[in-house]
């Protein structure tokens, strides 16, 4: 499948930003922003998996993802000024800051968000793409989770729903080989995700999550065949989490040394420059240039959210509704 040049510079300037607002909010460059989000959950490591599955999506398609969900916003168009302010719990966020990390959207750009609960959004996913399948186009619905969602029962009834409806609806398992501190091995047999999804009657394949230009072939393809068919599909990308579940988790406890410096050394951000460059897709020139963008447009969003205001305590019952 030939790959654009603008494709491959969108997917490396989603990768490159994504790494450098989580390295920054790591950082806790921002007091304003790091007060409020050490609980989040940290995507370094796993720019790839959404850079390349998003690079093969319309506007109109719908996306859905789990708690993990900063390189899903970023790939999927949202405004990063707001995208950062809904972290930090400030109005100008994408939910007025009511939600956080884990309870926003915007619907505009078909970026329908997280939820708190592990598996959560994946039944909501496939009322979404049997609405989409009624209507009568050809957008699609992915919803994306991690391996942790797998041996949950809400996961295995929306896997049956679309199988038995055949809608449009991507399951896009993002294996990043944790469920906080437990590996697939003790909560999922058999190991092989493919054919767990088989089991529904879904096609699906493994890619490397490591490597953009191949998640966003695997994508593409399988998208492609969803908008003639409007059936469902299954696609496994497997990758790495850098850091800890949360930000203060240490993963010494449950992981070793070697198997992250193994990860480490398959890093998207350098996996993508280098097959753009062989591909003959960017220069090393085009590629400085997006990473000082990136660079950039990051610090602008981290300083519009710092200035952003809280709400108001009068605010607190505005969106009760029972
Ligand atoms: C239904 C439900 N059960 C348990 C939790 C607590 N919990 C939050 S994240 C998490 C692990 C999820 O692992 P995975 O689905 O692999 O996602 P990842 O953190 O790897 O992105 C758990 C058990 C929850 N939020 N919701
Ligand atoms: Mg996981």
Known sequence: MDVTSATAAKMYR???????????????????????????????????????????????????CGHRMKHWAIAKGVDLGALV????????????????????????????????????????????????????????VLAEYSDGATPNGVWHEAMNLASVYQVPVLFFLENNQYAESTPPIYHSRPGNFVEKAAGYGFPGEKVDGQDAFAVYEATSKTVEAMRRERTPRFIEAVTYRYYGHWYGDRTSRYRTA?????????????????????????????????????????????????????PDLADLEQYVIA
């Open 14 to 64: 989603d990768i490159v930003t994504t790494r450098y607002l989580e390295d920054a909010l790591i950082a806790g460059i921002s007091g304003a922003i790091h007060s409020v989000m050490r609980v989040g959950h940290p995507v370094t490591g796993q720019e790839a998996v959404a850079a390349g599955a998003c690079a093969a999506l319309r506007q109109d398609d719908l996306i859905f």
């Open 85 to 140: 302010a809904e972290i930090a719990g400030k109005t100008t966020g994408l939910a007025g800051g009511m939600g956080g990390e884990m309870h926003n959207y915007d619907d505009s750009i078909g970026y329908m968000g997280p939820t708190h609960m592990v598996a959560g959004t994946l039944p909501v996913a496939v009322g979404c793409a049997m609405a989409l399948k009624l209507q009568g186009g050809d957008n699609i």
């Open 258 to 310: 070697e198997e992250e410096a193994y990860w480490r050394g398959r890093d998207p951000v350098d996996l993508c420059a280098e097959s753009a460059k062989q591909r003959g897709l960017l220069s090393a020139d085009e590629l400085e240039q997006i990473r000082d963008q990136a660079k950039r447009a990051v610090a602008t969003a981290i300083e519009f959210a710092d200035e952003s205001p809280f």
